[in-house]
């Protein structure tokens, strides 16, 4: 399994994404998940998968069209006019990918082989976009109403970046978000673990503001990790009390 | 879908279960999916169920043997000698139910029409016990490492009890506990409601020690849903703060 989030925010784009992947539990490897391409000053573009490896690394390899000879190749996400394009290039990719493996393999139907996608990026003179893109190679985008997307293992962190985000917050508020959000899954799901790639994308920038890999002892990432459980436990503490014996009255309730 | 959770603490077992079957999201009803039958002084056992409404509303008649003419029924769940032969025959019944269900429509399979159960209570002279039953009518019981259960869309409220699980907790803090983890259940997905039903069995006490449903508005659960928010925010913006600029030293960090 995998888990990916991509958010917008005013200042930009923060997306994370962990590098687990298993067939089985007795297999499990480090494998990136996140692959950025930018033309400094022009273009940044980065992709976030999750679902059949095969399929993934072979959508990533075509985008760079590794089938050609290195100096042939001419990566067209470079080249391709706005970031909608690039979503319809990704999916399609994406679908053909998924069909011709399904095909090869006398496979119909959902949920062989398949794989989704995040794809945030901007392109000089249009705003910062993050599309989320399904097997089937269509997409949405994401808006003031729904700002983030997951993919792979999404449930366990969507309560709390549900009631963490906030549009204008810092982009540092945002990967600390995303942290508490990857900490939760990773206490969970043996399926999702480190490390955890960053990628930060500021508004007009073009290059990535801040780009890390959250490694095994983290010491911020632990820091996160072990204050959460014991400011939840605060949070928790502080909740009123619920009572056998009375109605709650929110209007006598002290807290 | 449905989210019920069993937990058992020092003090006895606290259970609570969402009351919300759909068959697509057009047709939307409220079935309870918790059961219990007591003899006052000497038992008490309570079953909630997940998956197949028609399932578990058979296993559920069965149980009380309603093929019977009322004065000729003897429900077994009150003769049975101990929790474990409860749950074998509890068991038994589920995997008969699915499997001829399944075998009368010709599935093979997992999936269709299948079910699982948790099942709590205590008999005279023996522990308060808490099993997970299978569709395949296979069970496992609840240990010290392993101290609660949940069925249904488990995964959203997860994260909160493992954080906020104490085997010496009271039960009102049980309670307040479930009630934060099926507030963040019903935040994220449309397919768990309310009303929620509470059940807590003390300890030697054999009958209910409290029983509630949680209605739409209750000021309670309003007020953990309402605070739950903001506590959370303050929880999160006490964590320490992420910094591009230099790596994250435990030892200088003020809080």
């Not at 970031?83 to 319809?88: K, S």
């Not at 119909?108 to 000089?124: D, N, P, V, Y």
């Amino acid at each position: 399994m995998t888990y990916c989030v991509g958010i917008a925010l005013e200042k930009g784009l923060v997306l994370m994404s962990d590098t687990r992947t298993n067939s089985g539990v007795d297999n499990i490897s480090v494998f990136r998940k996140m692959f950025t391409w930018s033309v400094p000053g022009e273009r940044i573009i980065t992709v976030m998968t999750a679902g059949n490896l095969a399929t993934t690394q072979a959508v990533i390899s075509k985008l760079e069209e590794r089938t050609k000879a290195p100096d042939e190749r001419t990566n067209s996400l470079m080249d391709l006019p706005t970031m909608f394009q690039v979503a319809i290039e990704t999916g399609k990719l994406l679908r053909e990918t998924v069909r011709h493996t399904q095909e090869t393999n006398g496979v119909r139907g959902k949920g062989r082989f398949t794989a989704s996608i995040i794809l945030a990026g901007q392109i000089k003179g249009m705003e910062p976009r993050l599309f989320m893109i399904y097997p089937e190679g269509n997409f949405i985008e994401a808006s003031q109403d729904t700002p983030f997307f997951q993919i792979g293992e999404t449930k366990y962190g969507r309560p709390i970046i549900l009631r963490g985000y906030d549009r204008d917050m810092s982009f540092e508020d945002a990967v600390k978000l995303l942290m508490v959000s990857f900490d939760s899954t990773l206490k969970a799901n043996l399926s999702v673990g480190l490390p955890l790639d960053l990628m930060v994308i500021g508004r007009d920038e073009f290059a990535p503001s801040h780009e890390r890999r959250i490694e095994h002892g983290d010491p911020y990432f632990d820091a996160i990790s072990r204050n959460w459980g014991e400011y939840l436990r605060t949070a928790f503490h502080s909740l009123p009390d619920y009572s056998f014996f009375q109605d709650y009255d929110p209007d006598s309730a002290g807290k």
